[in-house]
C-alpha cells in the first residue's frame, strides 16, 4: 500500500454500479496475511480488536487481537526461507480469560513502551491508545506447530519486542 494512512482503510460498502463500475487497474493491491518465518522484523501495529467467534468445537470465544504490518525483513533464522513482502500482515490473539489477559499483558506494555503510564487504566483505554499510537518496533518471530482436535498441524507464531521504534503519525504515508 503506497500512500495509505497508517491504520485506516476504507471499509464501506460500495453500490453494486459503482463495484461493476469500477477500473480494476485502480485497486491497490494489498500483500494480505502471512504466517511469517522465524526472524527479525520491523514492525507497525496495525489494529487492536476484540473479536467473539465459534472455535473449532463450536463453543464461543473472544479475543483480543492485535493485527501487524511488516515494515521490512532484518533477519531470518534460517537463509534458505523467503521473507515475507514488506507491509505484509499477521497477528497474534490471547483469550479474554484471565489467563489470556496476563499473557497480553506484557504484550501491551512492551508496544506501550515505559513513557506510558498504565496505572489505573480500563483495558478499553489501553486497547484504545494501542490503536491510536501508530506504534512500531523491532521484534522477533518464532513459531510453533500445535496439531489440533481435527489431526491438522497448526503453525502459531509468537513476537518478542525486542526495541520499541518510534510512534508514527496518523497521516504518516509508508
Sequence with gaps: MSEAEVGTYDQSLMGMEDLES???????????FVTPPAGTYHFLLDKVDIKSRNNRKGE??????????????????NSNEKPPANM????????????GLSYWKPKAKAILGPD??????????????L???GFTFLGKVSQRTSKGDDG?????INITVIERGQELPPDAEL
Design 22 to 32: 469500477m477500473d480494476f487497474s485502480e485497486l491497490e493491491e494489498n500483500p494480505g
Design 60 to 77: 464461543m470465544t473472544r479475543n483480543i487481537n492485535h493485527i501487524y504490518k511488516i515494515l521490512d525483513t532484518v533477519e531470518l533464522a
Design 88 to 99: 505484509s500482515l499477521c497477528s497474534e490473539r490471547w483469550q479474554t480469560t484471565r489467563e
Design 131 to 133: 490503536n491510536d499510537g
Design 116 to 129: 506510558n503510564e498504565v496505572i489505573g487504566m480500563k483495558v478499553g483505554d489501553i486497547i484504545r491508545v
Design 152 to 156: 491438522k498441524e497448526y503453525v502459531n
